[in-house]
């Protein structure tokens, strides 16, 4: 899992160039369902590894007017990209819907 610039995470880290799929993870380090999903996030990481997941911390300055129009409202929240375009989005620790959704991503 790597940790990037709000900046990057933005630009989609070339996400809209880009014809692979990744996941933008959301969170906060005062987040407890956060810290409870990351063990989850990381093994399915390890299980699909051609799927970058890029954690973004919200707390950055300079970042919290930019989260309205990622539609980033509580946290965790996970965006999944194929082919440029988000194609799914997961609010909160949901287990059994991240798999699901990075499954259909590896697809």
Do not use: Q
Not at 46 to 55: A, L, N, Q
């Amino acid at each position: 899992m790597l940790r990037i610039s709000f900046r990057a995470s933005v630009m989609a880290a070339g996400i809209a160039d880009e014809k692979k799929p990744a996941v933008f993870y959301y969170t906060a380090v005062w987040c407890g369902p956060c810290r409870a999903i990351a063990p989850v996030i990381s093994k399915l990481s390890d299980m699909y590894p051609s799927i970058p997941v890029y954690k973004v911390d919200i707390d950055m300055d300079g970042l919290g007017s930019k989260l309205g129009p990622l539609k980033i409202f509580s946290v965790p929240t996970f965006h999944f990209y194929h082919k440029g375009e988000k194609a799914s989005e997961v609010v909160g620790a949901d287990v059994k819907k991240l798999e699901a959704a990075m499954e259909n991503l590896h697809k």
